[in-house]
């Protein structure tokens, strides 16, 4: 079921020497170079799955305003909340909180958090992501209103290659990495992570200690 499969079929196709429409020449360039940045996608994801699990990815770490960086996320990410008709309310107990984190990993970890939010959450028209202080931690909050994960799917959603039943089309479907990268992050920064679904919302919960 690897994308590169209708990659070799279409090419071949359009190599086979058959008088084909100009527009189905199109439609078939299209759908390969679709496919092939599906497929490069996996194996970035693959690589920085890996890189994670086993510890090859050093981390250079500095301060971080944790609460500032979620806003440039969602910044970053308007142009897929217009795509989606969706609205992003984005709300704040604290307005900084320093963590000591790598930047970029830290960042790459909630790009898959908000991308979840929005691949699943679409028809549920709002996401919500809210920051508190809970003691000595930062609460990072991603909720949506969309598609809810079955009970007996909770345990497993942060395992590689794990995708709930209904995601496994390819309209919605991504590589089963995005969540386990997150988590793997997550967790080399110290922290923890959470998910619950239920017929209210689906809210994942991300704890980071706060530097001293």
Not at 67 to 89: G, T
Not at 103 to 115: H, P, T
């Amino acid at each position: 079921r690897t994308p590169l499969t209708s990659i070799i079929g279409y090419l071949d196709i359009l190599n086979s020497g058959a008088q084909l429409p100009p527009e189905n020449q199109r439609k078939y360039l299209q759908i390969a170079y679709e496919k092939s940045k599906r497929l490069e996608k996996l194996i970035n994801d693959l690589f920085s799955f890996t890189k994670l699990e086993y510890g090859n990815m050093p981390m250079k770490t500095s301060l971080i305003d944790i609460v500032k960086l979620i806003e440039q996320q969602i910044d970053e990410f308007y142009p897929s909340f217009e795509e989606y008709n969706l609205v992003c309310e984005f709300k704040t107990y604290t307005p900084s909180a320093m963590v000591l984190a790598d930047g970029e990993m830290i960042a790459r970890a909630f790009e898959n958090l908000i991308s979840n939010a929005i691949k699943y959450g679409k028809d549920g028209k709002v996401i919500k992501i809210v920051t508190k202080r809970e003691g000595d931690e930062i609460k990072i909050t991603i909720i949506n209103y969309g598609t809810i994960i079955p009970k007996e799917d909770i345990p497993y959603i942060f395992d590689r290659f794990y995708r709930v039943e209904q995601s496994r089309q390819e309209s919605t479907g991504g590589t089963g990495l995005g969540l386990s990268i997150a988590k793997s992050i997550v967790e080399k920064h110290g922290g923890r992570i959470e998910a619950q679904s239920s017929m209210a919302a689906t809210t994942f919960n991300v704890y980071l200690k706060i530097a001293k």
